[in-house]
Every structure is written in structure tokens, then in C-alpha cells.
């Protein structure tokens, strides 16, 4: 009974810690509106399927059950990664436990979580990459319980839970090469003669299968995907940018991660998880080599948190100094809170970043793909100018007499998904867009032809406007800071020919390039 109490004692702060952390993401849910990722992501719950364009279907699955529970609110978008928040607090704590630490590596490893700016921004939105650093440490978690206890039922779970992770993002693979490369060179290769290793392998690889399935009846799309991400994004990534990054993404939590890198690789008292430690070097380096976007990494950070905890344990000797880290990592962080998390009201960020900008010329998350500088970080940006154009398309649908004889055009997925999302309490359709997943929905006929399109682009297009009699501009997003900023919406009215020969030979035209 005794060990039973002390146990929960010890566990009080964790689960204080977790909870906080969720607290402090639901408290900030409203100071920004959705994300253009996220109104992708949500859309996705519309057609729950075992595959999507450009991702794995777990975040699909997610979308169908919180919006069918909680319905179509940012409340319902941001619970979840609220949630999950905590469980990487107590995640992270726990292997710091496994690691060898006591309770201050512990409480130190959730406060190394919580201030990390890679988990203050990830777990405030709605995308497969908090459920992927979830998985991550997950993997990472069990693979340590293994050599802790020799327990093949960890070997098992291993290639189950890894089966349920490539359901979610496919990066993860890296993590699986790297651990698998320094395994088979190690002490620990005997791994690959056990009976419950193929076991969960075998799990992990029906897990998986639905998903391979569709890969290829679908062509697998993957494949262009990640050609298209390596021509338009991928070949710019600047290398020195990548490596910078992987010390300013944990923000002052980097005290712990260089740490806990340094401690596996040279501490005596870690060498049997060593192993662990190089294979968190080898995916940052595979990443690098291929170019991959510094953000990749971010898995390996809450294992190299929790180690870098369990190093400053063994490490500070006197009390005083072990109180004093946490407190000045926590100080430190404060002042630097919305870089991470929108704490603020959009004019308010503006001006945060604004004076960042002219006290220290720093200009960190303004600089968008494209290179320019804009007033907030692209990602506030992004979360920018929805609200406004949903009501400006309610405006336009309001406008329409035979709403059966019409539909609403999307050019991009973000401006899709605030449409079908948003719009969900306007009442307003799903939309149409050849951009993203929504071109596996997109209507081949309509029944009866269409007779009004409502039309959202930048500016209207020259086939649109030769079609139609009648264009009228209803309105445009008018928010500055959005990264939207000027998109518009027309209503195009009084087709000059059958509206579905247009769409037959637009639809040809696409599947012939």
C-alpha cells in the first residue's frame, strides 16, 4: 500500500503538468481561426476513406468522429491535439523513467515538453503531425521497455503501433530505417531472430495493408505527391536553415535536447540505450540529405527531452541549481510564448512580431515560401480570412434563386475546406476543387445543369467569364495579415451553353495532363 501511494505521489506533477499543457492550448483556441491545413483535414472526415491524395487515412477517421461528436467548431478541430498534449507530458515522463531518471527527471521532462515550440505549435492544430511525434515517442517508449524487461509482448505491440503509424503519416518510416540499421549493428541484433518480432511485424503489416491496398488501386499517388513536394518545395530547403532549425524548433528546451543527445552518445551510465542516440542522429541526417523540411525531426525531440532531463538529474549535484534550471527555462520561454502559440488576438501578434522585428531584427516565421516578408508568421497567416469568406459566400449563395442548379468553385483546398466547413452553418454545400483530395469527390455531371456558379479565386478566370452572361464580384477577403488577403467571390449567373459540355471537356482536359 505503502509503494502504491508513493507512487501516485510521485505521479501528482506529471499529471498536473499534463494538464496544464492542455489547458494552455484550449485556452488560445479562439484568438485564431482555422488553418488552412485544418479545413483540409476536417474536410477529410466528409468521405472517410483508407487513403487520401496526399496523406495516410488516420486523420480522415479522426475528422468523421469528432465532427460527428462534436460537430464542425474549432472547438471540436483543436480538442483532440489539446488533448494529446498531456499524454506527450506523461509520454515524455515516462521515458525519462525508463531512462533511469527519478521524479525530477520526470517533472523536468513534461516542463521540457510544454515550453518546446515544436509542441506549443503542433498540438494547437488539427494535423497528422501531432498524432506523428505522438507515435514517434510511442515507438521510442516501447523499444526501451523492451530492453528493460527482455518482454517480447513489447516486440509485438512495437510492429502493431507501427502499423497504426503508417496509417497516420508516412514519415515515419525514417524512424523505422534508422532503428533498424543500428540494430542490426548492435548488441541488440538478436532482436531480428525473435519469433515475436516477425510476430508484430506481421501485426503492424495488416494494420497497414488497407492502406497499401488502396496506394495501388489508386495509382499510387504517394509517389506524386512526394515528386511534386520535392520540385516545388523540397529542392529550396536551405541546408544551414535546416540545421539552425533543429536547435530553435524545441526553443529553450534545447538545453534539454543537446543534452540528452550528448548524454546517450557519451555518458557510460546510458550505454545501453546509446543505440538510441545514434539512430536519433541518422534521421536527422537522412532528412538532411534528402532535403526534407527541418520540422521532419520532430519526433525524436520529446525522447531527447526526457534524456536530456535524466542528464541533468545525474548531472546537478546541488539542489539549488536543479530548482533554478526549470525555473529559467520557464522565464526564458515566457517572453517568448507567441512564437509558438497564438496567446493573442490577430492585431495584437501583428504588433508582438512587428517589434520583434525593429528591437532585434528578427523576423523568425515571416518569411514565407515564396521569400517574402509578411506581417505574421505564415502559419497565423494561414489562420486568417476564412470566417470572412464563408459569410461572403453565404452572401453569394443567398443571392442564387434555383440553388439546385448551382455550385460553389473552389481554386484552392483551403478556400474548399472553409466553404464546406465553415459554411456547414450558412448551410452552404460542399465545394468543388480539382486542388488536394477534394478532386477524388468531384461531380462528373450535374443534374439538373447548372444554371449559377459561385466562383472563388483571386480573380476570375477567362473560361468562367466567357461562359457566363452575367459575373458579379460579391466580395473579396479584406484582413490585410490573411494570407488570402484579396481573394474573391464571384457569382456567375446565365450560361451562354450547356454548362456540363464545359465541365465534360474541362474534366478531359485535366485527365489528359
Not at 137 to 145: C, D, E, K, V
Not at 182 to 191: C, D, F, H, S
Not at 425 to 444: D, H, M, Q, R
Request: charged share 15%; aromatic share 14%; with cysteine.
Amino acid at each position: 500500500m505503502r509503494s502504491y501511494k508513493s507512487r501516485i505521489s510521485a505521479d501528482l506533477p506529471i499529471i498536473f503538468l499534463a494538464i496544464f499543457n492542455i489547458f494552455i492550448h484550449l485556452l488560445v483556441i479562439g484568438n485564431l481561426g482555422f488553418h488552412r491545413d485544418e479545413l483540409l483535414y476536417f474536410s477529410l472526415g466528409q468521405h472517410p476513406d483508407f487513403g487520401f491524395a496526399t496523406v495516410p487515412p488516420m486523420i480522415g477517421w479522426i475528422a468523421w468522429l469528432m465532427q460527428n461528436i462534436f460537430g464542425y467548431s474549432l472547438f471540436a478541430v483543436r480538442l483532440l491535439p489539446a488533448i494529446l498534449s498531456g499524454v506527450l507530458v506523461i509520454l515524455a515522463a515516462e521515458i525519462a523513467r525508463e531512462l533511469g531518471g527519478t521524479s525530477y527527471s520526470r517533472i523536468l521532462s513534461g516542463i521540457g515538453i510544454i515550453i518546446s515550440g515544436f509542441v506549443l505549435r503542433t498540438f494547437s492544430l488539427f494535423m497528422p503531425v501531432f498524432i506523428d511525434v505522438l507515435f514517434w515517442s510511442i515507438i521510442i517508449y516501447l523499444f526501451i521497455r523492451f530492453i528493460n524487461t527482455s518482454s517480447d509482448r513489447y516486440l509485438i505491440l512495437l510492429g502493431i503501433v507501427a502499423g497504426f503509424s503508417l496509417l497516420n503519416k508516412y514519415l515515419i518510416g525514417v524512424l523505422f530505417i534508422s532503428l533498424v540499421i543500428v540494430t542490426a549493428r548492435g548488441q541488440n541484433r538478436k532482436i531480428f531472430k525473435s519469433r515475436s518480432f516477425w510476430i508484430g511485424a506481421l501485426g503492424g503489416l495488416i494494420v497497414f495493408l488497407p492502406n497499401l491496398i488502396w496506394q495501388i488501386v489508386n495509382g499510387l499517388p504517394v509517389i506524386g505527391h512526394l515528386s511534386e513536394l520535392w520540385r516545388t518545395q523540397l529542392t529550396h530547403v536551405d541546408k544551414v536553415s535546416f540545421l539552425l532549425e533543429q536547435l530553435i524548433m524545441p526553443s529553450w528546451a534545447s538545453v534539454l535536447t543537446i543534452a540528452g543527445l550528448l548524454y546517450l552518445l557519451l555518458n557510460k551510465n546510458a550505454e545501453k540505450f546509446r543505440f538510441l542516440g545514434i539512430a536519433s542522429i541518422l534521421v536527422i541526417a537522412i532528412i538532411f540529405v534528402l532535403r526534407g523540411k527541418g520540422y521532419y525531426t520532430i519526433g525524436v525531440f520529446p525522447f531527447l527531452i526526457a534524456a536530456g532531463a535524466v542528464s541533468y538529474e545525474k548531472g546537478l549535484k546541488k539542489r539549488w541549481k536543479k530548482i533554478a534550471l526549470p525555473i529559467v527555462l520557464i522565464l526564458l520561454t515566457i517572453p517568448m510564448l507567441p512564437i509558438g502559440l497564438p496567446v493573442f488576438k490577430p492585431a495584437r501578434l501583428v504588433a508582438y512580431f512587428k517589434n520583434l522585428e525593429l528591437k532585434y531584427g528578427i523576423v523568425i516565421g515571416r518569411r514565407f515560401e515564396d521569400g517574402s516578408i509578411h506581417s505574421l508568421p505564415q502559419d497565423y497567416a494561414d489562420m486568417i480570412g476564412w470566417e470572412e469568406l464563408a459569410s461572403i459566400t453565404n452572401k453569394a449563395y443567398q443571392m442564387i434563386g434555383d440553388k439546385k442548379a448551382s455550385f460553389i468553385y473552389c481554386e484552392n483546398y483551403g478556400q474548399a475546406g472553409a466553404v464546406t466547413i465553415i459554411g456547414k452553418k450558412y448551410g452552404l454545400p460542399e465545394a468543388v476543387c480539382f486542388n488536394e483530395s477534394f478532386k477524388y469527390w468531384i461531380p462528373t455531371k450535374f443534374n439538373p445543369d447548372i444554371t449559377s456558379l459561385i466562383y472563388i479565386n483571386d480573380k476570375l478566370g477567362k473560361d468562367v467569364q466567357m461562359l457566363f452572361n452575367n459575373s458579379t464580384l460579391i466580395g473579396k477577403i479584406s484582413d490585410p495579415d490573411a494570407r488570402e488577403f484579396g481573394t474573391a467571390v464571384y457569382l456567375c449567373e446565365d450560361p451562354k451553353t450547356s454548362f456540363n459540355e464545359f465541365w465534360t471537356n474541362r474534366l478531359k482536359d485535366l485527365s489528359d495532363h
